[in-house]
């Protein structure tokens, strides 16, 4: 007691107080005396908080205490010892912001005061595994000016950390959280990696996967071992019973390959859970001590500069007999929990939820207004549909989607992309599809056949992921490039076909990098990178084709680039003045400022991005952004024009090819996937 209320005298000194104070009273007393013992506990390990070491934590511990008090114990409130862990769980909040190098607490600081600072529009991803882009991690800061030539200021490392070298699904198996693939560098050389970003304005992003662990983790050793404490880690049962009662009501993942959510342990005579595959254990986050273990693995990474985390399988930390075990409400307490306590420690450290679930769940991850949860989702929906869109000609299946989703939170923002290393699942709702005019079976099935390059005309070259030949249910697998028909185009040397296939890559890009949220580029698809059949070779891999699509950069074709004229400098050259575009105009920072426009012509889509005020200096206030599906030219009237108010034949002109926009007997006319990114020549 006496030690805060020194540090209270001191807070007041530093005029600190004015911030805790207006808290401290929302608090019940019982918190406030608990917030009060735990500070104390932790000067007497750690030595006194003061100015220099500690005043930010009493601040943001003071401002979150109750809240992770509230949401720790909705968890583990009847758990044996709750109180030890919940003590536990403040230290290792303390262990974390006492490690937290100086550089990053005022890297926080900062952020902290333009909260909204991930939503500019200058941020542009891409996606990229470090072994099949660079080799490995040094490797990667010598193609660093390449990333940024194209105009990439966020790299998103796909799994680094330590896994098997057999059964490590593309790293999402990971059997050690602190230690680096060895062949891909170690812990120091993420570390330089990550200095070298800063000094250029890049962020980093880094998964954390922590639904599950690889069998190799140190604690399914000892779970396999025997001891009880790690078999507690996971969902280990001494039979069929339990695991039974799950299964009722949990859909398989990975059906093809992993069947079932439970595989057998012989050595134990047991089962554990394993909804994805056999070798990925499900950690158990109904024992607290997992909980806090992750969450100090988390502050580990946080610790080492990362700036975005992304959740891996977030939908499935919780899990609960008689549910799907998928988008428990629990699993939204823990990313809660989650994100309250990092904010206590590393407030400069945003999150990505990984929730490819239906689209209403979806933004459930992005929390309310006064419960934030993740900062970024994954927009699938979006994904999915510009997908359906190329297949059909057609956006009405998108806009019907789209209308309907409920709105993110001001300051949430999406990963709006075309690929990523996953499948495309076909995660629109079948009573859309129905409205729409199709049968929602024969649609998806057509779909399938459309990208796996079976139906009639289509230039795609795809392949079935996890299909379920009793359902008939299956994903799609295949690079950008290759399902939008440049692949087959070029085996064809169809010389047409290539160039709808370049307009259609370009489409893609122009969409994700327009459309609100923060684009998510795939590695390789700016150079139009095909399939890379070579998994069908590997045992380990041939039943997955989702390593299609996970090829090896193709260097030789990126030089290439500069060759104006060739193919990859058409795809290249298109999408970095797109990401040159779209930074130097304040429209496309992401405030929720997309508004779907109606247009009488079902193959083009058009939106609209508007400023809140207009502005007095004649800046541009708003954003015409009209893209046409069709392989066709197509015509719409010019009233969508008026509707938003540009004044026709008077400096309407398209961003994109700085010219005027093309009329047809007064219709505006658009070329097989043309887009328009209209806005007015300043007054
Ligand atoms: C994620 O994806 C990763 O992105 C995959 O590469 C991993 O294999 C997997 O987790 C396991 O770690 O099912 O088909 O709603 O869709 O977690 C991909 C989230 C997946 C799931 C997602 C999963």
Same mark, same amino acid.
């Given at each position: 007691?006496?030690?805060?209320?020194?540090?209270?005298?001191?807070?007041?000194?530093t005029?600190?107080?004015l911030?805790?104070?207006?808290?401290?009273p929302?608090?019940?007393?019982?918190?406030?005396?608990?917030?009060?013992?735990? #500070?104390?506990?932790?000067?007497?390990?750690?030595? %006194?908080?003061?100015?220099?070491?500690?005043?930010?934590? /009493?601040?943001?511990?003071?401002?979150?205490?109750?809240?992770?008090? &509230?949401?720790?114990?909705?968890?583990?409130?009847?758990?044996?010892?709750?109180? %030890?862990?919940?003590?536990?769980?403040?230290?290792?909040?303390?262990?974390?912001y006492?490690?937290?190098?100086?550089?990053?607490?005022?890297?926080?600081?900062?952020?902290?005061?333009?909260?909204?600072?991930?939503?500019?529009?200058?941020?542009?991803?891409?996606s990229?595994?470090? &072994?099949?882009?660079?080799?490995?991690?040094?490797?990667?800061?010598?193609?660093?000016?390449?990333?940024? @030539?194209?105009?990439?200021?966020?790299?998103?490392?796909?799994?680094?950390?330590?896994?098997?070298?057999?059964?490590?699904?593309?790293?999402?198996?990971?059997?050690?959280?602190?230690?680096?693939?060895?062949?891909?560098g170690?812990?120091?050389?993420?570390?330089?990696?990550?200095?070298?970003?800063?000094?250029?304005?890049m962020?980093?992003?880094?998964?954390?996967?922590?639904?599950?662990?690889?069998?190799?983790?140190?604690?399914?050793?000892?779970?396999?071992?025997?001891? %009880?404490?790690?078999?507690?880690?996971?969902?280990?049962?001494?039979?069929?019973?339990?695991?039974?009662?799950?299964e009722?009501?949990?859909p398989?993942?990975?059906?093809e390959?992993?069947?079932g959510?439970?595989?057998?342990?012989?050595?134990?005579?047991?089962?554990?859970?394993?909804?994805?595959?056999?070798?990925?254990?499900?950690?158990?986050?109904?024992?607290?001590?997992?909980?806090v273990? /992750?969450?100090?693995?988390?502050?580990?990474?946080?610790?080492?500069?990362?700036?975005? #985390?992304?959740l891996?399988?977030?939908?499935?930390?919780?899990?609960?007999?008689?549910?799907?075990?998928?988008?428990?409400?629990?699993?939204?307490?823990?990313?809660?929990?989650?994100?309250?306590?990092?904010?206590?420690?590393?407030?400069?450290?945003?999150?990505?939820?990984?929730?490819?679930?239906?689209?209403? +769940?979806?933004?459930?991850?992005?929390?309310?207004?006064?419960?934030? =949860?993740?900062d970024i989702?994954?927009?699938?929906?979006? *994904?999915?549909?510009?997908?359906n869109?190329?297949?059909?000609?057609?956006?009405?299946?998108?806009?019907?989607?789209?209308?309907?989703?409920?709105?993110?939170?001001?300051?949430?923002?999406? /990963?709006?992309?075309?690929?990523?290393?996953?499948?495309?699942?076909?995660?629109?709702?079948? +009573?859309?599809?129905?409205?729409t005019?199709?049968?929602?079976?024969?649609?998806?099935?057509?779909?399938?056949?459309?990208?796996?390059?079976?139906?009639?005309?289509?230039?795609?070259?795809?392949?079935?992921?996890?299909?379920?030949?009793?359902?008939?249910?299956?994903?799609?697998?295949?690079?950008?490039?290759?399902?939008?028909?440049?692949?087959?185009?070029?085996? @064809?040397?169809?010389?047409?076909?290539?160039?709808?296939?370049? %307009?259609?890559?370009?489409?893609?890009?122009?969409?994700?990098l327009?459309?609100?949220?923060?684009?998510?580029?795939?590695?390789?698809? =700016?150079?139009?990178?095909?399939? @890379?059949?070579?998994? #069908?070779?590997?045992?380990?891999?041939?039943?997955?084709?989702?390593?299609?699509?996970?090829?090896?950069?193709?260097?030789?074709?990126?030089?290439?680039?500069?060759?104006?004229?060739?193919?990859?400098?058409?795809?290249?050259?298109?999408?970095?003045h797109?990401?040159?575009?779209?930074?130097?105009?304040?429209?496309?920072?992401d405030?929720?400022?997309?508004?779907?426009?109606?247009?009488?012509?079902?193959?083009?889509?058009?939106?609209?991005?508007?400023?809140?005020? =207009?502005s007095? @200096?004649?800046?541009?206030?708003?954003?015409?952004?009209?893209?046409?599906?069709?392989?066709?030219?197509?015509l719409?009237?010019?009233?969508?024009?008026?509707?938003k108010?540009?004044i026709?034949? +008077?400096g309407?002109?398209d961003?994109?090819? &700085?010219?005027?926009?093309?009329?047809?007997?007064?219709?505006?006319? *658009?070329?097989?996937?043309?887009?328009?990114?209209?806005? +007015?020549?300043?007054?």
């Amino acid at each position: 007691m006496q030690c805060l209320s020194k540090n209270r005298g001191y807070l007041i000194a530093t005029g600190c107080i004015l911030q805790v104070w207006h808290i401290i009273p929302m608090y019940r007393a019982s918190d406030n005396r608990l917030l009060v013992d735990s #500070l104390n506990r932790i000067e007497r390990k750690y030595g %006194k908080l003061n100015h220099k070491h500690g005043r930010d934590f /009493i601040i943001r511990l003071s401002a979150n205490f109750s809240l992770i008090r &509230e949401l720790f114990m909705s968890l583990y409130g009847k758990v044996h010892k709750s109180e %030890k862990h919940f003590d536990e769980l403040i230290k290792v909040l303390y262990e974390g912001y006492h490690l937290r190098p100086k550089e990053l607490k005022s890297s926080d600081r900062n952020r902290e005061k333009d909260p909204n600072w991930l939503l500019s529009q200058k941020w542009v991803g891409m996606s990229l595994y470090p &072994e099949h882009f660079s080799g490995n991690l040094k490797g990667l800061e010598n193609k660093l000016d390449y990333l940024q @030539d194209l105009g990439i200021n966020l790299v998103h490392l796909m799994p680094i950390l330590k896994t098997p070298e057999l059964n490590n699904d593309g790293g999402y198996a990971v059997s050690d959280y602190r230690k680096i693939n060895p062949a891909l560098g170690d812990m120091s050389d993420l570390r330089r990696l990550i200095r070298n970003l800063r000094k250029r304005g890049m962020l980093i992003a880094f998964d954390l996967v922590l639904n599950h662990t690889s069998d190799q983790h140190k604690w399914a050793k000892k779970a396999l071992k025997g001891d %009880k404490k790690y078999q507690n880690y996971y969902y280990i049962f001494h039979d069929r019973t339990i695991p039974d009662q799950y299964e009722a009501h949990m859909p398989e993942i990975f059906p093809e390959t992993a069947p079932g959510n439970f595989s057998y342990l012989p050595e134990r005579r047991k089962w554990v859970m394993t909804v994805f595959h056999h070798y990925q254990w499900d950690l158990n986050y109904r024992n607290p001590e997992v909980f806090v273990k /992750i969450l100090e693995t988390l502050l580990f990474l946080a610790n080492q500069g990362i700036d975005i #985390l992304r959740l891996d399988a977030v939908p499935y930390l919780w899990k609960e007999i008689g549910s799907s075990c998928q988008n428990h409400e629990k699993a939204h307490t823990l990313v809660k929990l989650i994100r309250r306590c990092t904010e206590v420690v590393s407030p400069g450290v945003k999150f990505i939820a990984e929730a490819i679930v239906a689209p209403n +769940e979806v933004v459930k991850y992005l929390g309310q207004d006064d419960e934030p =949860e993740c900062d970024i989702a994954y927009h699938a929906t979006l *994904m999915a549909l510009i997908w359906n869109s190329l297949a059909t000609t057609k956006v009405r299946l998108l806009y019907r989607s789209l209308s309907k989703l409920p709105s993110k939170p001001f300051g949430t923002t999406w /990963i709006t992309y075309g690929r990523c290393h996953d499948d495309i699942g076909l995660g629109f709702d079948d +009573e859309d599809i129905y409205q729409t005019g199709y049968d929602a079976k024969m649609h998806r099935e057509f779909l399938l056949n459309y990208f796996t390059g079976k139906f009639p005309r289509s230039q795609a070259k795809g392949a079935l992921f996890m299909h379920n030949p009793i359902t008939g249910d299956a994903r799609i697998s295949g690079s950008l490039a290759s399902l939008a028909g440049l692949e087959k185009s070029m085996e @064809d040397k169809n010389i047409a076909q290539t160039e709808l296939a370049i %307009k259609r890559i370009i489409l893609i890009h122009a969409l994700i990098l327009s459309y609100g949220g923060l684009p998510m580029i795939y590695s390789g698809d =700016e150079i139009g990178l095909l399939n @890379d059949y070579q998994y #069908l070779d590997s045992p380990e891999k041939e039943k997955d084709s989702r390593w299609m699509h996970r090829a090896a950069m193709d260097w030789k074709a990126a030089k290439k680039r500069s060759e104006s004229g060739s193919i990859t400098s058409r795809i290249f050259t298109a999408i970095q003045h797109l990401i040159e575009l779209r930074k130097t105009t304040e429209l496309w920072a992401d405030f929720n400022n997309t508004n779907l426009e109606y247009c009488d012509n079902p193959h083009i889509l058009v939106f609209s991005r508007s400023s809140a005020v =207009e502005s007095a @200096d004649g800046s541009v206030s708003r954003i015409l952004v009209m893209m046409n599906f069709d392989k066709q030219p197509q015509l719409t009237g010019q009233e969508i024009l008026l509707r938003k108010g540009f004044i026709l034949n +008077e400096g309407v002109y398209d961003l994109y090819s &700085e010219g005027p926009l093309n009329y047809h007997n007064g219709n505006i006319e *658009m070329q097989p996937y043309q887009f328009y990114l209209i806005t +007015e020549n300043p007054i």
